[in-house]
């Protein structure tokens, strides 16, 4: 991942930073979004696209220097350009030699000039209102705080590339980084994050008072200080705070001293790269070296931002302990919830507050109408069963020993967009943050079960949090981690891994399938992530032993590598036990698996389909450790086989669950049960007997048998549909068959196609209302040459037209026909010479018919729009503004609710002015 050049140095700890500058080898973007530790996020100084882009500049400058005019050149296309041109004059003259360096070694002067300028944030209204309204967001206040920004070249070219980038100044921090890194929709550059908190006071190292009050302590005593509570409490509220925060931070910095802080990060991206051995995808991480002002050592984690990545925040529910599951969301971070109807329910319309002020109901053809809030309230979430990867990364979670290892909010785990999906599976589980894993010896390990439970520690500081978002997933899942742990350890023959990878390949998981066939050859070999801590231990012992080193250098490097000693001893114990735990399931299938996970699921005390408070519809039934009848198969060397339960008391309670499947096929082979040793055991069973066990012990089966509602698979797969059927019925319409529909010629390309023919020019009687900036008429007449897509957008008739008061451009006359009203309006599409498209609309035409036609061409804007697209409105009345902001945003959020976008990737809308990239 560390290229020779960059990364190989840690920055230097800096609160004199702005935008562009370069700290240690990157250009800096901004500070670091997540998490207590303060640091930073960066592109390469080697970051191809931008030196490109800087390649173009000093072209430009240095024709500018040498006497060309300025107004010859496109300010659209070159921002910044006077301040550039005139600080590149300035620069050359205290850089005599400059025009005699190689390009390389003038870019990399640019990229380094810094020149500083102090600045501060305006106080707003709205920000002192939010002083005396809330109790836990002062660390959002920006009023009066001071920042910086650089006028050199490095700052002000990066400058540009923002604007060249279409980084806009209030959107998140996740949509700049990824328009920064992407381009049309592909990866083309990477951006970094450095975690860096290298304050030393009382001996340790620890974060910022602003990065102190981000956090959720934080938060939480920021409470204290809200002006009416001081007001209430007569100012003693306020030193609750005061000696509050001086004695967190105290406890945080005597708990981070820099052996242990640097040994944490070191842990940190060994666990990650471990996780990323054993199956869990995971993000790429490396540690930098750098040392603190008294030269000893410091180590930060570096790691490459993920485009699309998203934490769980707001995704979790279903219990008051932290036993949570993840939730299906709708398009305003909300559950989506299902009736006892079967009807979905969810958010709609909400206040620039986030407040929900409006609820809908997905009927069962698809067709939305209104919901209220008591319905919401009164409907049962539903168990998210788009994120792959759950129950494959369980056993490598239990392994890493880390309680917080999810989060109490779901905040230290992610997923990313699956592209392309798998049937309903969108989300790929994505690892972030093993910070705690390996800290201590493994506190839960020798409590667990080849059912993946484990004896769940009752203190609230011992609890592993939220690992039950992984469960929600058939057993055959979970043992995906285990397969792959034994191939790791050489524990999995070549035939038996070729039997089960077939069997999941059969099942349609021809990904596990190769991925299984491919270990551990694919990650390094037998042992490999072990031997990337051996690595580790052996740099860090050679570090100690150079001669060049202080002995406080020596000291350091030897309690690194100690400290990786017992990391690896506690990994090679964990991981036996575990292998021990499944040695008796290890060598079945994924089908006989799930023979063992639905007998279980028969023969349970009790089982469940909702979460621990009841509030959430599972996928899959629930059994709780204390109601488990365990199950075992063992495979006879003559061929056959033997079902045997390992429970020893109520034997004849156990008998009647089972014979409450009530399937002659399947009591037969359950008459054959014997007691022995005090268990029932069936012996000698056939692979024929074992097939009919197989296919009629199914949890659908289960379910029915114990008289449980279930989300069957097919169920599961109706509910997905729906909502997809809802984008068509949102407002419910009979579509009438299309009456006129000319095929366009296909030989349309941009400026320059050639059309059937042409209509006379009606610009003068028309009124832009929209500019798309990265669509083109040639995506949309390739579109609309599906007929699905002309009766989706009630499209009746199409012309080719020309449209321009001076300049002629190709152009579209679409006529949209209200299948239940007798409203009838058209719409003008536009080819602009800088390829983009503008919509316009008759000048005469009513507000009635305009708002039937805007929400048509919403849609059909929208359907056309790839990631990263922006819309900017034009000339339109107010009340037209409204109806286009209303209808644009309702096709966004719809997008979102599909999958098509997510927050990150979502079309931005612009200012309501004009756009002055587009011909007039």
């Known amino acids: 991942m560390l290229n020779p050049r960059y990364l190989q140095k840690l920055p230097p700890k800096s609160f004199s930073v702005a935008p562009g500058d370069v700290i240690g080898g990157l250009i800096y973007v901004m500070d670091k979004p997540l998490g207590i530790e303060e640091g930073m996020v960066g592109i390469s100084v080697d970051s191809e696209p931008y030196r490109l882009f800087i390649t173009g500049y000093l072209k430009i400058l240095e024709e500018l220097r040498n006497g060309a005019n300025i107004a010859d050149y496109d300010n659209n296309k070159y921002p910044h350009l006077e301040a550039l041109s005139k600080r590149y004059k300035q620069f050359h003259?205290?850089?005599?030699?400059?025009?005699?360096?190689?390009?390389?070694?003038?870019?990399?002067?640019?990229?380094?000039?810094?020149?500083?300028?102090?600045?501060?944030?305006?106080?707003?209204?709205?920000?002192?209102?939010?002083?005396?309204?809330?109790?836990?967001?002062?660390?959002?206040?920006?009023?009066?705080?001071?920042?910086?920004?650089?006028?050199?070249?490095?700052?002000l070219l990066f400058n540009a590339y923002k604007d060249k980038c279409g980084i806009k100044k209030k959107e998140h921090f996740a949509t700049k980084i990824g328009k920064l890194i992407t381009?049309?929709?592909?990866?083309?550059?990477?951006?970094?994050?450095?975690k860096q908190d290298g304050q030393m006071a009382l001996g340790g190292t620890g974060p910022g008072w602003n990065k102190m009050l981000k956090t959720n302590t934080g938060k939480s005593l920021q409470k204290l200080i809200n002006p009416w509570v001081i007001l209430c409490t007569g100012g003693l509220s306020a030193l609750a705070f005061g000696l509050g925060m001086l004695g967190w931070r105290?406890?945080?910095?005597?708990?981070?001293?820099?052996?242990?802080?640097?040994?944490?990060?070191?842990?940190?991206?060994?666990?990650?790269?471990?996780?990323?051995?054993?199956?869990?995808?995971?993000?790429?991480?490396?540690?930098?070296?750098?040392?603190?002002?008294?030269?000893?050592?410091?180590?930060?984690?570096?790691?490459?931002?993920?485009?699309?990545?998203?934490?769980?925040?707001?995704?979790?529910?279903g219990s008051n302990d932290w036993s949570s599951v993840i939730v299906q969301w709708d398009k305003n971070d909300r559950p989506v919830k299902v009736d006892n109807k079967g009807n979905i329910i969810r958010t709609n319309a909400k206040d620039e507050k986030g407040n929900i002020t409006s609820y809908e109901k997905v009927l069962k053809d698809g067709t939305i109408v209104k919901a209220t809030a008591q319905e919401y309230h009164n409907a049962k979430a539903v168990s998210d069963d788009r994120i792959a990867g759950l129950g494959e990364s369980l056993i490598s979670f239990i392994s890493m020993g880390d309680r917080d290892g999810i989060g109490k909010a779901g905040q230290n785990k992610a997923i990313m967009p699956l592209v392309p999906s798998d049937g309903n599976k969108s989300y790929q589980f994505f690892g972030i943050d093993f910070g705690k894993s390996y800290k201590?010896?493994?506190?839960?390990?020798?409590?667990?079960?080849?059912?993946?439970?484990?004896?769940?520690?009752?203190?609230?500081?011992?609890?592993?949090?939220?690992y039950s978002i992984m469960y929600d997933n058939p057993l055959r899942e979970k043992m995906k981690g285990v397969y792959l742990l034994a191939a790791l350890r050489d524990q999995l023959t070549p035939e038996m891994k070729e039997k089960i990878a077939k069997e999941y390949e059969s099942g349609n998981d021809k990904a596990f399938a190769e991925k299984l066939r491919g270990y551990p050859a694919s990650v390094g070999g037998i042992n490999s992530?072990?031997?990337?801590?051996?690595?580790?231990?052996?740099?860090?012992?050679?570090?100690?032993?150079?001669?060049?080193?202080?002995?406080?250098?020596?000291?350091?490097?030897?309690?690194?590598?100690?400290?990786?000693?017992?990391?690896?001893?506690?990994?090679?114990?964990?991981?036996?036990?575990?292998?021990d735990t499944f040695s008796k399931r290890v060598n079945l299938t994924p089908k006989q698996i799930d023979l063992l996970d639905n007998i279980e699921k028969l023969s349970a005390k009790s089982a469940h389909t909702?979460?621990?408070?009841?509030?959430?519809?599972?996928?899959?039934?629930?059994?709780?450790?204390?109601?488990?009848?365990?199950?075992?198969?063992?495979?006879?060397?003559?061929?056959?086989?033997?079902?045997?339960?390992?429970?020893?008391?109520?034997?004849?309670?156990?008998?009647?669950?089972?014979?409450?499947?009530?399937?002659?096929?399947?009591?037969?082979?359950?008459?054959?049960?014997?007691?022995?040793?005090?268990?029932?055991?069936?012996?000698?069973?056939?692979?024929?007997?074992?097939?009919?066990?197989?296919?009629?012990?199914?949890?659908?089966?289960?379910?029915?048998?114990?008289?449980?509602?279930?989300?069957?698979?097919?169920?599961?797969?109706?509910?997905?549909?729906?909502?997809?059927?809802?984008?068509?019925?949102?407002?419910?319409?009979?579509?009438?068959?299309?009456?006129?529909?000319?095929?366009?010629?296909q030989r349309v390309k941009h400026m320059g196609a050639q059309f059937r023919h042409s209509a006379p020019n009606i610009s003068a009687n028309t009124n832009t209302v929209l500019n798309q900036r990265k669509a083109t008429l040639e995506d949309m007449i390739n579109f609309l040459n599906k007929d699905e897509n002309k009766l989706k957008h009630h499209i009746v008739h199409m012309q080719n037209i020309q449209m321009g008061s001076f300049k002629q451009f190709q152009g579209l006359a679409i006529t949209f026909k209200h299948p239940d009203k007798n409203i009838e309006?058209?719409?003008?599409?536009?080819?602009?010479?800088?390829?983009?498209?503008?919509?316009?609309?008759?000048?005469?035409?009513?507000?009635?018919?305009?708002?039937?036609?805007?929400?048509?061409?919403?849609?059909?804007?929208?359907?056309?729009?790839?990631?990263?697209?922006?819309?900017?409105?034009?000339?339109?009345?107010?009340?037209?503004?409204?109806?286009?902001?209303?209808?644009?945003?309702?096709?966004?959020?719809?997008?979102?609710?599909?999958?098509?976008?997510?927050?990150?990737?979502?079309?931005?809308?612009?200012?309501d002015k004009p756009s002055q990239r587009m011909s007039l």
Not at 548 to 557: G, L, P, S, V
Not at 865 to 877: M, Q, T, V
Request: proline share 2%.
């Open 250 to 317: 105290a406890f945080y910095l005597s708990k981070n001293k820099p052996a242990v802080s640097n040994s944490d990060a070191i842990i940190e991206a060994l666990s990650t790269k471990m996780a990323s051995k054993r199956g869990i995808a995971s993000q790429e991480i490396d540690t930098i070296e750098g040392t603190y002002e008294n030269g000893i050592p410091k180590v930060a984690t570096v790691v490459t931002w993920a485009s699309g990545c998203r934490d769980l925040s707001g995704k979790l529910t």
């Open 825 to 911: 309006a058209k719409m003008f599409v536009e080819q602009t010479k800088d390829e983009g498209l503008r919509f316009s609309f008759p000048k005469n035409l009513n507000q009635s018919d305009f708002d039937f036609s805007a929400f048509e061409m919403a849609k059909l804007a929208v359907s056309l729009a790839g990631i990263g697209e922006e819309f900017h409105l034009s000339y339109a009345s107010d009340a037209q503004k409204d109806m286009l902001e209303k209808a644009m945003k309702n096709e966004i959020d719809m997008a979102i609710v599909e999958q098509r976008f997510d927050q990150i990737t979502q079309p931005q809308m612009g200012s």
């Open 440 to 466: 201590q010896a493994n506190p839960i390990i020798h409590t667990l079960k080849d059912d993946f439970s484990f004896d769940n520690p009752t203190s609230r500081q011992s609890r592993f949090v939220n």
């Open 529 to 579: 992530d072990i031997k990337v801590i051996q690595d580790e231990i052996i740099k860090y012992e050679q570090l100690a032993n150079e001669v060049n080193k202080t002995d406080a250098q020596k000291e350091q490097y030897r309690s690194y590598a100690n400290r990786l000693k017992e990391m690896k001893k506690i990994a090679i114990d964990t991981d036996k036990v575990v292998l």
């Open 93 to 155: 003259e205290e850089h005599k030699s400059f025009n005699e360096k190689s390009e390389k070694e003038k870019i990399d002067l640019l990229l380094e000039d810094k020149i500083h300028v102090k600045k501060r944030h305006s106080a707003s209204w709205k920000e002192f209102k939010q002083v005396f309204t809330s109790f836990s967001k002062y660390h959002d206040m920006k009023g009066l705080q001071s920042y910086y920004v650089n006028k050199g070249m490095g700052g």
């Open 183 to 194: 381009k049309d929709g592909e990866v083309v550059d990477k951006a970094y994050m450095v």
């Open 610 to 745: 909702t979460s621990h408070d009841g509030t959430v519809l599972l996928n899959h039934l629930r059994v709780e450790r204390t109601d488990r009848c365990a199950w075992q198969l063992k495979v006879n060397e003559n061929g056959t086989y033997e079902l045997q339960c390992e429970e020893t008391q109520k034997l004849n309670d156990i008998k009647k669950r089972l014979q409450a499947l009530d399937n002659p096929l399947v009591q037969e082979i359950f008459n054959k049960m014997k007691t022995e040793g005090g268990k029932w055991v069936i012996k000698d069973l056939t692979t024929d007997e074992i097939n009919i066990l197989q296919q009629n012990i199914t949890e659908k089966n289960v379910a029915k048998a114990r008289d449980l509602p279930y989300r069957s698979e097919e169920m599961r797969n109706q509910f997905h549909e729906r909502l997809k059927l809802a984008q068509d019925n949102k407002e419910p319409m009979k579509v009438e068959k299309v009456v006129e529909q000319p095929v366009l010629e």
